[in-house]
């Protein structure tokens, strides 16, 4: 099994920056495809991006290319979203997911361990 528990959403202008973790435990998490799902009010939840088990090969959706990073830190068993540039439309409960196959054979939304979220409101 596996918790992950993200943290570091809130409110924040349009423009702005923030930084989402992912806190991971249980099986080895540095072998893991990392990924981050977005579900905002009312709407499916949705891709944002996902990182290999090495940081080598990441993945974005293209409402957030440009403006996202990824990222992992493998010693903490940590996965980061870096945020700018923010926009109203971003405003979603941000969920950390992982799965033990490579990030070349996971379908999007096909992850089989997920968090509890943590919601991230963009004002205009």
């Known amino acids: 099994q596996v918790q992950l528990v993200e943290s570091g959403g809130g409110l924040v202008q349009a423009g702005g920056s923030l930084r989402l973790s992912c806190a991971a435990s249980g099986r080895t998490f540095s072998v893991y495809t990392m990924a981050w799902f977005r579900q905002a009010l009312g709407k499916e939840r949705e891709f944002v991006s996902a990182?290999?088990?090495?940081?080598?090969?990441?993945d974005y959706a293209d409402s957030v290319k440009g403006r996202f990073t990824i990222s992992r830190d493998n010693a903490k068993n940590t996965v980061y979203l870096q945020m700018n540039s923010l926009k109203p439309d971003d405003t979603a409960v941000y969920y950390c997911a992982t799965d033990p196959r490579p990030l070349s054979t996971i379908a999007r939304g096909a992850y089989t361990y997920w968090g509890q979220g943590t919601q991230v409101t963009v004002s205009s």
């Open positions: 990182i290999s088990w090495s940081g080598g090969r990441t």
